[in-house]
């Protein structure tokens, strides 16, 4: 079966300007995740749908960062503006459960903001 | 918030030796996975043990998990130079009126020398 996909791979932008990242999930996985890994930390949850309801979005910086997932497939994760400490790989994973199972990782996009 | 922490940071082994690496965690968990990172292919689910279980095999990997010392280990036997990876403990907990989730502590950073 196919993976998940993100896109685009890399991306560096300038602070203050804003961003947005892409994710496909597993086919028929109707939970998805974004996360945000700093380099040398491990992966931190920002936000958790169940099709296209948001179940978790406790550690999202709702001042800059949003979300969403309007058909229950696609999603996408933006941030306006970007700041120097947002510099990060941002993954996203689904899982055919809801809760504490297995995911799949799709292969991230990194970024940088200068 | 950081609920598992692996030890050691790092580790550099011979190929062909065992590699042990240790996760510690503060609150009860319902399971506990372990994943496997590095440049090739992402962030890959390895295992998965409940908390009701105390050891799990899957082909040179062997976990263990003592609930009442919040603790796991994960052994790899006969280590290859592909097993060059960061490795995440993953703790599965219960969160109040929400479903389950995954939590990842910042992981251990294993290196197989030739």
């Known amino acids: 079966e196919a993976g998940v996909a993100q896109s685009p791979r890399y991306k560096i932008i300038e602070k203050r300007q804003s961003v947005a990242f892409w994710c496909n999930p597993i086919?028929?996985?109707?939970?998805l995740y974004w996360y945000q890994q700093i380099l040398g930390q491990g992966p931190k949850l920002l936000i958790q749908?169940?099709?296209?309801?948001?179940?978790?979005d406790s550690q999202l910086p709702k001042d800059r960062f949003s979300a969403e997932r309007l058909k229950g497939v696609d999603s996408t994760l933006k941030i306006q503006p970007a700041k120097l400490e947002d510099s990060a790989v941002y993954l996203c994973?689904?899982?055919?459960?809801?809760?504490?199972?297995?995911?799949?990782f799709g292969p991230g996009t990194r970024l940088t903001v200068t | 918030s950081q609920q598992g922490e692996e030890d050691p940071q790092a580790l550099s082994i011979q190929e062909g030796e065992n590699a042990t690496m240790n996760c510690s965690y503060k609150?009860?968990?319902?399971?506990l996975q372990w994943y496997r990172q590095n440049s090739g292919r992402g962030l890959v689910h390895l295992i998965l043990i409940r908390s009701n279980e105390r050891e799990k095999h899957s082909g040179r990997l062997r976990v263990t998990l003592d609930t009442s010392k919040k603790s796991s280990s994960l052994l790899i036997t006969a280590s290859r130079a592909a097993d060059t990876a960061s490795y995440f403990c993953?703790?599965?907990?219960?969160?109040?009126?929400?479903?389950?989730?995954?939590?990842f502590g910042k992981g251990t950073r294993l290196h197989i020398l030739p």
């Open positions: 609150t009860s968990i319902n399971n």
């Open positions: 993953a703790t599965g907990v219960s969160i109040l009126n929400r479903d389950d989730k995954i939590i």
């Open positions: 086919s028929g996985h109707a939970t």
């Open positions: 994973a689904s899982s055919a459960r809801q809760g504490a199972y297995e995911q799949y």
């Open positions: 749908f169940q099709n296209n309801g948001v179940v978790d």
